[in-house]
């Protein structure tokens, strides 16, 4: 049974987000992506789990199930190969269409194969875990790991459709639920103050909310919506898509020290800790914002902290091989209050330097 549906319009594609929206998924990427034969990409914990519900959605349509080892230590150009041998083995040319029915990382993964195989092919991603419906599945960002970091190649492609059954959900660690709703409560804190006050009211009975209700489907289609309307305004992250990076400057540095020990979420939680504590010390954010957002990440049972074995000067160090540091000065997406970002005249980020960013770590 399909319950209440949102439909979200982007640019060149639809987010479909319903409790049960799974078995609608054969008919949606019939329509919009229409091939001769299907190649489900997931993992091993989320296609032992529904796998055959996606394919019994197609009918008759050809599906060929492709299942990856889970983790991130398997998002791959090893298991990038492995899959397009597997898939010009079974027959897989042109005319084919993938499905990513899984994580962040088989979306990661499955979208990478899909931009690349016969120099790019449709591709429809499922996210099963709230991370990929919030923030993975959205955006046209594809790509694997390397032994150098993280997402380090990759590619934009843009799905044909997504499609979010919240009640898939039911079945995710409840770890990775908090984790997940970590970027929630980011996406109030970037864009919108009502709904930072929902996450807010949500967060301390994460455990017992039901996935497959009105609350969940109203975080899911209101996460999606703050995501796609800022990647729209920049999908190749000149500007104001680097407000999407509040909390991921320390965020990345501390999942870094942690050997990935620490959750994405988790880890991004600690840093929007941090780095709402930055903007106040720069000045740039009301006084209050740093202990409201702090607030809400403990609520969700989110570390506000670091581990204390992890010293402030290590993270500092790490935030230098993220990616986004420029010209030795590390930069921070930073609020202004609950709900609006600083512009910084259009760039969205501001540098810091060392000695301030680590009054921010105290
Ligand atoms: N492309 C982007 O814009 C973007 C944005 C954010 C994160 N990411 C990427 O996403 C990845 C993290 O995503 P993730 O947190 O979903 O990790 P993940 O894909 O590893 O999933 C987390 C765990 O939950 C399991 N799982 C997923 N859905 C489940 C379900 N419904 N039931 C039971 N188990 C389930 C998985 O098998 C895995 O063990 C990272 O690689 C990150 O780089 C990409
Ligand atoms: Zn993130």
């Given at each position: ?333 930073l609020p202004i209050r609950i709900g609006a970002m600083h512009d910084a005249d259009g760039r969205w980020s501001v540098p810091v330097a060392d000695d301030v960013a680590s009054q921010a770590l105290r």
């Open positions: 049974v399909v319950g209440p549906v949102r439909e979200i319009e982007l640019a060149t594609y639809r987010v479909t987000v319903s409790a049960g929206a799974l078995d609608r998924a054969g008919e949606i990427a019939q329509n919009v992506a229409p091939a001769h034969r299907y190649a489900v990409i997931t993992d091993s914990n989320v296609g032992a789990l529904h796998a055959a519900r996606l394919r019994a959605s197609f009918g008759d349509a050809r599906t060929f199930l492709f299942t990856i080892p889970a983790g991130e230590a398997h998002k791959t150009r090893d298991t990038w190969s492995t899959l397009t041998d597997e898939l010009l083995h079974t027959g897989f040319g042109r005319d084919s269409t993938i499905i990513a029915l899984g994580g962040g990382v088989v979306g990661d993964l499955a979208g990478f194969v899909a931009a690349t195989f016969m120099r790019g092919v449709p591709y429809v991603q499922i996210p099963t875990s709230l991370l990929a419906m919030i923030d993975a599945s959205v955006g046209g960002k594809t790509g694997v790991d390397t032994a150098k970091g993280k997402n380090l190649v990759g590619a934009f492609h843009q799905p044909a459709a997504v499609i979010a059954d919240t009640s898939l959900l039911g079945t995710l660690p409840a770890e990775h639920l908090r984790a997940g709703f970590a970027e929630a409560i980011k996406h109030g804190v970037i864009a919108d103050s009502a709904y930072f006050e929902k996450t807010a009211r949500l967060a301390a009975n994460l455990d017992s909310l039901d996935v497959s209700g009105g609350e969940m489907l109203d975080v899911v289609a209101r996460s999606i919506e703050i995501k796609a309307t800022v990647v729209g305004q920049d999908e190749r992250e000149g500007g104001i898509r680097k407000t999407l990076n509040f909390g991921h400057t320390f965020g990345h540095a501390i999942e870094l020290c942690s050997n990935y020990e620490i959750l994405h979420g988790e880890a991004v939680a600690t840093g929007m800790v941090y780095e709402a504590g930055l903007a106040e010390l720069l000045g740039l954010a009301e006084p209050g914002t740093a202990d409201r957002v702090r607030d809400v990440i403990s609520a969700a049972r989110l570390p506000t902290a670091r581990p204390s074995s992890m010293p402030g000067d290590q993270v500092l160090r790490a935030t230098h091989t993220d990616k986004k540091a420029r010209g030795g000065r590390v930069e921070y997406a």
